[in-house]
């Protein structure tokens, strides 16, 4: 078998042998062909290899910039290993191939081709392999080099610690040293400071004194050359005059004094710790020039400037009446400083009782007859806050209860906080600011593969959208898309079940913070008597129904009551505005003309036609900017006879009000008298008790009233239609500004949201001042009206520019992402500028200190000072409009920033303090709102947040992920790797994708309003073939969904219902009294006032009166001048020096609404029928605690009751100059006398028809004959009380009053004192002639005198 085998294999070998010579020739022929192949492929493998090379230098290079990171580059070195195996085995394998290709061909060829090849790749991979080796050796070698310096770094690093430790040992020892010291050093020195202050304190005092007590002598001295040269003027105008003069009906007032004198306040004593601290900071640098300049200044002395701010505590900011001090001042006993009435008290104690425990009494404005102190402002309960008015003391309540109910939510919210704010969600939210932690704000974020989306989808959002350039197998370049997803799931059902459980929580505490308001209206009602606890408004009186005594006899013929007030309105507001401006236009020129000028109508004239003679092209722009002399006077002019053509038309009645004695009184009329407004104004005499109707034939629509301070006196006749239009007209304008405000915050959001956020707290600190403006334009019949027109107004634009704005101008996609320009960012910064800048600037008052510090003590007059102290104005419903701003921003944004809750929470009690320090200390006076705000901002826009919360929640749940990306049921094997993609603003980050990953495509996952707009929302709207949500999330977003419609269909029913109970009142009435009767009678409130028409103008400090008081008492008045009387700021003594003469006596009466005052079993009180007696408001019935000289001033404007500072008495020349008094044109009557028409009234008793007794006129023409000015030919007028020997209405004066001692009466009364006043020491100033109370009385009468008193 062998041999057979071996023969067998010799023979295959010859013929192989054989076969290899015959085909020797051909192999030859392809030799060199094979050969050139094969040497281009060994071309091609070097160039792979060349590749590999540069590749494996450029790791290298790597490696040696990342010497410290030592396992990198273990790993470096590891990869590159691997990579020459690889490449080892890729290039085994290709060779393998190509042997075997070329195998049938030649295998002897393809054995030494494969050998030569095998033997080049193993020498090129031996060096690249020894390179290798050899860098990794250098580089070891390097790091243990590194390594060694880092050793020996450490070491010099803890010896240099050790010996700075002990230089700082060191180093602390001496300073403490030092410190000691110093500090000894510097006590010494501040010892020695305080004693060189006292020393030049007491000697600046001295210096003044010494100076004030100069400037005293020469005022003196002044007055007494003036007072001679008055008399002098007076004899020689007497001799000279021809033209006889007009009489007046009663004289003007004799004495006067200039405008700009100070008027020293009854409060300049007040302990200094009882003061604000801006009082005692000007009662300290009032002394320095640069603070108040002194020289030729009116106020040289300062005590203008302490009574200005005297002002400002006691009439301006709120006060109540001490008992302790009361009754330490009583019974002259020492007690602690610390009122026993400063503690709360019971709110079920009867508010009858006059001896409650804790109840703080409000003080009027400018009391002075008992102690009182200013409110605390932090230990004031917040039941005392009534005392404020009801709305303030319901706006606290209700900003304290929303507060803790934002508290309460936001731990309901506790566990969706802890959610957002853990691992689960976002990675423990790194690097996120400690507010925004605990909200949905996303930080995990990857790229992924989006082969469709469009970049113009992502205008807005550049960030968002990436790529990358690559080479296809083709060799084509290739763009891959990429777009960020948030990995976040936020919608999951726990986080839903709580806000489902916060919205419940909410709905059930508005419930119960309607229940808590009613309590609180009650239980403010009951603490504060007001007078709308005892008045009735009548809103449709007959037209001619203008005597109050008609009214008077009405009520209580039918019902048995006690009328005490009665205030019956006309349509005169054009007549009314006309004489306020008239009094402006007189007071500014007052304030014009300098002291000591001439002021008659012929003397102004001539001033005036100088002035615009003189002036040059300056002086008429300044002109055209701020009226001057010529100007006032022409004006002047013209309201003159516009006022005289107005008081000359008949008006009719438009509103009545009567107060009642009791509050059972007033009840039981309107439960007996009220009807519907629509009932009343068909006359539909079959609805109500025929004996009720007025006259037997008028329906009368009578109502509770508001209170006093909250009625526009001047808006009361304007017609509907025109409140219709003014109303359209003002909306529109705040639309308008809303749109302006939206568009220039969208514009500086494109710099930032920390601009936009400032950009919004700006504009909702000054929108209000626009929206007042706005309002101020409509007429509203009070300002409850007004307030609610001004809420809607504010409230809207705060809610549209704060909330909804930011929510419009930020692309969907930056919804939960982090950064500055992105929303939740946004909202924090909203929150936190709100809180810091609106607080910061309320409770430093830049302006209100700006007026009190820098403008005050340069004022030109005491008027222009106090007015400026008169605080910053505020309005309850703005306050209101900030609690519903951050209550709706917080609702708005809850579901994806729950903690929210604490931030709002922590706003509305800073808020509470904040203005409850305001309020007490710089706000001005509001007027004493009732509920209908409170009501109002609960009603309508609580619940309207309710429904914010229900509605935009739903569809915050309906967006997550906000990345705007659906999932793709397919993968690209283009996109699989590791990619450096570059996002639209050129940043670059890494991209990893990995194999059989799903791409995605762009989808719109918003669907609120807009083109995808669906309501309510539900997993239906995602459309077909781009669904987001996730399983849970769409049953949440499901349930969600119909829990909106639900709360929306729920407030739409209470808006229905309450559109229907206003339509129902018109026709139909209910009356239910708030809280029960008090017992307490009108009478014996002491804080109260009644309906006394008035107008406020900012040219004087206290209201002017649109109606005749000579029928009323000063205890009705809720306001009191301690320099001026009532009867100053009375408008219709105006009318009555303009329109002279018997026959328009009625004319006068008729131009004006009328008001009357019966106290019960008063004085005054009058039988029905009987005409009751007239009293005035002239005088004031107060003890000072020290004496005063008292006198009235006629300049330009008016004559005033005023409390003077002592100076030198003068006589009075009235054609002399306006520092003397004041006749025009030689005439007995002056541009205006407020007392005339009194003066007339009040000459004593005289029987029923006699006529009033008659001077007989001199012998010889006298100019100032029956003017006041001769009391030889003039009896003493009773009216004027104690300065002219008043006497009461029921005895005759006596006869020792009546006589007249010739030259030498007159300059007793009108130049020198009395032997008995000559005591006191005090003197008139040199402004005008005057006369003291003393001066009118001698040695002889004044014993006879005890009857005489001031009514």
């Known amino acids: 078998m ?55 230098d450029h790791l290298l290079d790597e490696v040696s910039n990342l010497r410290l990171q030592i396992r990198e580059m273990k790993n470096d070195r590891s990869e590159l290993v691997r990579a020459h195996h690889e490449s080892m085995s890729l290039l085994a394998q290709v060779s393998e191939e190509k042997l075997v290709e070329f195998k ?105 004194e010494l100076e004030r007590t100069k400037k005293l002598a020469e005022m003196e001295k002044n007055a007494a050359i003036q007072a001679a040269e008055a008399i002098a003027e007076i004899e020689e105008s007497a001799e000279s005059s021809t033209t006889p003069l007009v009489e007046s009906k009663r004289p003007p007032v004799v004495s006067r004094r200039g405008i700009k004198t100070y008027q020293e306040s009854p409060f300049l004593d007040d302990p200094f710790n009882d003061m604000t601290y801006g009082r005692r900071i000007a009662l300290k640098l009032q002394n320095y020039s640069w603070y108040q300049p002194r020289g030729t200044h009116w106020d040289f002395n300062g005590l203008g400037l302490q009574s200005a701010w005297a002002h400002f505590e006691h009439s301006v900011l709120p006060r109540y009446i001490s008992k302790a001090l009361a009754s330490r001042k009583n019974a002259s006993v020492g007690l602690d400083d610390d009122d026993g009435d400063d503690w709360l008290y019971s709110p079920g104690q009867n508010k009858g009782s006059q001896e409650r425990t804790g109840d703080l009494q409000r003080a009027e404005p400018g009391e002075s007859e008992s102690p009182t102190k200013l409110y605390s402002t932090l230990s004031t309960p917040l039941s005392q806050m009534g005392d404020f008015g009801l709305g303030v003391g319901l706006y606290f309540s209700s900003l304290r209860a929303i507060a803790l109910i934002s508290l309460v939510a936001g731990l309901i919210n506790l566990p969706n906080i802890l959610y957002f704010a853990s691992d689960v969600y976002s990675a423990n939210q790194p690097d996120v600011n400690f507010l925004l932690k605990g909200s949905a704000l996303c930080t995990e974020q990857v790229w992924v593969p989006c ?61 119960a913070l309607s229940a808590y308001q009613k309590r609180k209206v009650v239980e403010f009602d009951e603490q504060e008597q007001t007078a709308q606890d005892y008045s009735i408004e009548i809103s449709n009186p007959p037209k001619d129904a203008t005597e109050p005594e008609e009214w008077k006899k009405f009520f209580e013929s039918r019902f048995g009551v006690h009328t005490t007030c009665c205030t019956v309105t006309i349509d005169n507001d054009l007549l009314v505005k006309a004489l306020a401006e008239r009094r402006e236009v007189l ?17 102004l004239s001539e001033y005036a036609a100088k002035v615009e003679h003189r002036r040059g092209l300056i002086g008429y722009i300044k002109s055209r900017i701020s009226p001057g002399i010529p100007e006032l006077v022409d004006r002047l002019t013209v309201l003159n006879q516009k006022i005289q053509g107005l008081a000359q038309q008949n008006y009719r009645a438009t509103k009545v009000f009567c107060t009642f004695e009791t509050e059972s009184m007033q009840r039981d009329i309107i439960s007996e008298m009220k009807v519907g407004p629509m009932t009343a ?44 239009k003014q109303l359209s007209a003002t909306t529109l304008i705040s639309l308008a500004f809303v749109v302006a405000v939206a568009v220039i915050v969208a514009l500086v959001r494109l710099h930032g949201a920390a601009y936009a956020a400032l950009a919004i707290s700006i504009a909702n600190s000054l929108f209000p001042i626009v929206a007042k403006i706005l309002t101020n334009v409509e007429a509203h019949a009070s300002e409850t009206g007004k307030q609610c027109s001004l809420f809607v107004k504010i409230a809207i634009f705060r809610w549209v520019v704060t909330a909804i704005v930011i929510t419009i101008i930020t692309p969907f996609t930056s919804t939960l992402t982090r950064g500055p320009d992105h929303l939740l960012q946004s909202i924090w910064l909203i929150f936190f500028t709100d809180l810091v800048t609106s607080n910061v600037l309320q409770i430093s008052d830049p302006v209100g200190n700006f007026k009190r510090h820098f403008l005050a003590p340069r004022a030109k007059s005491q008027e222009r000072m106090n007015l400026l102290m008169s605080g910053t104005e505020y309005t309850i419903a703005e306050r209101f409009t900030n609690m519903t701003k951050q209550l709706f921003l917080t609702f708005y944004y809850c579901a994806i920033y729950p903690s929210i809750f604490f931030i709002c929470a922590v706003t509305l009690f800073i808020n509470f303090y904040v203005d409850k320090f305001s309020i007490m200390r710089t706000w001005k006076p509001a007027p004493m709102v009732g509920a209908s705000i409170a009501k109002f901002s609960r009603v309508y826009f609580m619940t309207t947040s309710v429904a914010a919360l229900a509605i935009v929640s739903s569809y915050w749940l309906s967006g997550f992920p906000y990345d705007n990306l659906c999932a793709d049921n397919t993968s690209h094997s ?10 639209g603003n050129g940043q670059t980050s890494s991209a990893v994708v990995e194999p059989n990953q799903r791409s995605y495509h762009f989808c719109n996952q918003y669907i609120g309003p807009g083109q995808n707009f669906k309501f309510p929302v539900s997993p239906d709207a ?103 009387s009532h009867s100053y700021y009375d408008l219709t003594r105006d009318v009555e020096q303009l329109l002279k003469g018997d026959e328009n006596e009625e004319t006068c009466y008729r131009a004006f609404g009328q008001i009357r005052h019966w106290p019960p079993n008063g004085p005054d009180a009058v039988e029905v029928g009987e005409k009751p007696r007239r ?47 004041m006749n025009f044109d030689g005439h007995a009557a002056p541009i205006f006398d407020p007392h005339t028409q009194n003066e007339a009234r009040g000459f004593g008793k005289q029987n029923e028809g006699e006529a009033p007794p008659q001077v007989s006129p001199p012998q010889h023409f006298d100019q100032y004959h029956n003017t006041g000015v001769d009391q030889a030919n003039q009896q003493t007028d009773p009216f004027y009380g104690e300065s002219q020997n008043q006497y009461d209405g029921h005895d005759q004066p006596s006869e020792n009053s009546l006589q007249t001692g010739g030259s030498s009466s007159t300059s007793s009364a009108y130049a020198d004192n009395s032997s008995e006043g000559s005591d006191s020491g005090d003197s008139e100033e040199d402004y005008g002639g005057s006369f003291s109370e003393e001066s009118q009385t001698t040695a002889g009468t004044s014993a006879s005198e005890g009857s005489r008193h001031i009514t």
């Open 587 to 603: 007071h500014q020129i007052e304030e014009k003309i300098k002291e000591g000028a001439a002021a008659n109508t012929l003397s």
């Open 974 to 983: 283009a996109y699989y790797g590791n990619w450096q993609v570059t996002d």
């Open 451 to 511: 082969p469709t989306c469009p970049i113009d989808k992502y205008e807005n959002s550049r960030d968002r959208i990436a790529g990358t350039t690559t080479v296809t197998p083709d060799g084509e370049l290739q763009t891959l898309m990429f777009a960020m997803k948030n990995t976040c799931d936020g919608a999951t059902m726990n986080v839903g079940i709580v806000n489902l459980a916060t919205l419940g929580f909410i709905m059930l505490a508005t419930i």
């Open 2 to 56: 062998d041999q057979k085998e071996s023969s067998r294999r010799s023979s295959k070998q010859k013929k192989g042998s054989s076969s290899s010579r015959e085909n020797a020739s051909d192999n030859e022929r392809d030799g060199a062909d094979i050969t050139d192949k094969y040497a281009s492929e060994i071309l091609e493998s070097q160039g792979r290899l060349d590749k590999y090379t540069a590749e494996n």
């Open 1022 to 1124: 995602q459309p077909s073939g781009s669904k987001w949500m996730t399983s849970s999330q769409e049953q949440l977003v499901g349930i969600y969904g119909i829990v909106s419609a639900v709360v929306l269909g729920l407030v739409c029913a209470v808006f229905a219902y309450r559109i229907f109970r206003l339509f129902q009142k018109l026709f139909s009435a209910s009356y239910k009294p708030a809280g029960s009767d008090q017992g307490m009678h009108f009478s014996e409130v002491g804080t109260i006032s009644s309906y006394i028409p008035q107008v406020k103008s900012e040219q004087f400090t206290y209201p002017l009166l649109a109606v005749n008081v000579d029928y009323v008492g000063e205890s009705i008045f809720d306001w009191s001048d301690p320099a001026r």
């Open 104 to 208: 049938s061909k030649s295998e002897l060829e393809a054995l030494e081709s494969k050998s030569a090849q095998e033997e080049a790749l193993r020498t090129v991979l031996e060096m690249m392999e020894k390179d290798c080796e050899d860098r990794v050796a250098e580089l070891d070698a390097e790091l243990a080099r590194v390594e060694t310096d880092r050793e020996r770094a450490i070491r010099l690093q803890l010896e240099a610690a050790a010996k700075a430790a002990e230089e700082s040992a060191r180093k602390q020892e001496v300073e403490e040293a030092a410190r000691l010291a110093l500090q000894k050093l510097v006590q010494e020195r501040q010892e020695k400071s305080q004693e060189i202050g006292h020393l030049t304190e007491r000697e600046e005092q001295l210096k003044n």
């Open 681 to 724: 104004h068909m006359n539909s005499v079959h609805a109500i008790n025929p004996n009720l109707l007025f006259r037997g034939e008028i329906v009368l629509d009578v109502r509770e009233a508001e209170e006093p301070s909250t009625i526009r006196w001047m808006d009361l006749d304007v017609s509907w239609s025109n409140k219709m």
């Open 1175 to 1221: 009293r005035s408001s002239l005088r004031r019935n107060k003890e000072s605690a020290y004496k005063r000289n008292v006198s009235w001033s006629s300049k330009v404007t008016c004559k005033t009751y005023s409390k003077d500072v002592p100076m030198t008495h003068e006589s009075f020349n009235a054609n002399a100059s306006t520092n003397q008094g």
